[in-house]
């Protein structure tokens, strides 16, 4: 699968979506000064590539129709696995969408019942579980430091998310005003700044 192509008279260079969101992960660690094992970056890059298919979202069920299912009872089910190899698996799962959606849906999140934070405190403790139950060191020290400094994985993905989001009617951006006004939210003021908009920052979270 092919992301983009870029052409000139004497090149034509096919960029496919690991290296596509390679090079976004990289500036966006850059920017924000983060200091994270080059195998976790390289995590972020590979959990990227794979939602790209929305289907990785969603669940299975018995008639073969995908569904969402809500992440507290794929944590629940985590909990309940009887071995410790499937627990894990299913621990990096949820930490993996929590980080995921997190980091690319703070808008939606932000009008929703399960806020950020909610994805943050139960993404965090997915990943630790993962680590707890990784045999191999690598996998211990990489789901160690997603849990550690999920909420700056968070930041990091919702920076590559900016970067892929071509917009902004003026309806998008009075309602990422209206986000931010409530919640504060660093992505939509970075992304209104971007657009011109002065932002009064004492007026952030007046009516929250």
Sequence with gaps: M??????????????TPESFFFELVRTAVDRQKLKIQPETEFYVVKLLNRFIFSESLYSKS??????????VFLYKEALEAGIQTEQKALFQNVGDISLFKAG????????????IGYYIGLGGS??????????????????SELSDQFES??????????ATTVTRSEQDLLRLYDMWSRTGSEKAARTLTRTGIKLDKDRSKKDS
Excluded: C
Aim: glycine share 2%; hydrophobic share 35%; net charge negative.
């Design 2 to 15: 092919s992301v983009k192509t870029i052409t000139s008279p004497t090149l034509t260079l096919d960029t």
């Design 62 to 71: 018995s008639d073969g129709s995908l569904e969402e299912q809500p992440i």
């Design 104 to 115: 690319f849906f703070q808008e939606s999140l932000s009008r929703s019942k399960m806020d």
């Design 153 to 162: 994985f968070v930041n990091l993905l919702s920076d590559v998310s900016e």
């Design 126 to 143: 997915a990943y630790q579980n993962a680590a707890q139950r990784s045999e191999e060191k690598h996998f211990k020290n990489l789901f």
